[in-house]
């Protein structure tokens, strides 16, 4: 098993900046391919960003890509997520997941990810 805790979220003006961390615990020696996902009230829950186990691919959503950065610390077992130039939109649960440990693919399907944290609440206003 692995646990996931984010933290982070916050209250935030337009234009203004996050980071939010996930701190992997558990059955895990490595950190796994990791995602980052958001959830707005009444809308599906979407892929972010992502980062595979060797730390060579990273993928972005269009809606961040730009403004948003993925990154980890292998000795803290932490994995990060910078969004830059908030904007009203950003305004989401936000949640980190891990995929099953040896999987390369950093996948943007919620059901590809069997480990998830409890959830950051961002909210940005305008």
């Known amino acids: 098993q692995v646990q996931l805790i984010e933290s982070g979220g916050g209250l935030v003006q337009a234009g203004g900046s996050l980071r939010l961390s996930c701190v992997l615990s558990?059955?895990?020696?490595?950190?796994?391919?990791m995602g980052w996902f958001r959830q707005a009230p009444g809308k599906e829950r979407e892929f972010v960003a992502g980062?595979?186990?060797?730390?060579?691919?990273?993928r972005y959503a269009d809606s961040v890509v730009g403004r948003s950065t993925i990154s980890r610390d292998n000795a803290k077992k932490t994995v990060y997520l910078q969004v830059d130039n908030l904007k009203p939109e950003d305004t989401a649960v936000y949640y980190c997941?891990?995929?099953?440990?040896?999987?390369?693919?950093?996948?943007?399907?919620?059901?590809?990810?069997?480990?998830w944290g409890q959830g950051t609440q961002v909210t940005v206003s305008s």
């Open positions: 980062l595979d186990w060797r730390g060579v691919t990273i």
């Open positions: 558990g059955r895990t020696f490595n950190i796994p391919t």
């Open positions: 997941a891990a995929r099953p440990v040896g999987i390369v693919e950093v996948a943007t399907t919620p059901t590809s990810y069997d480990y």
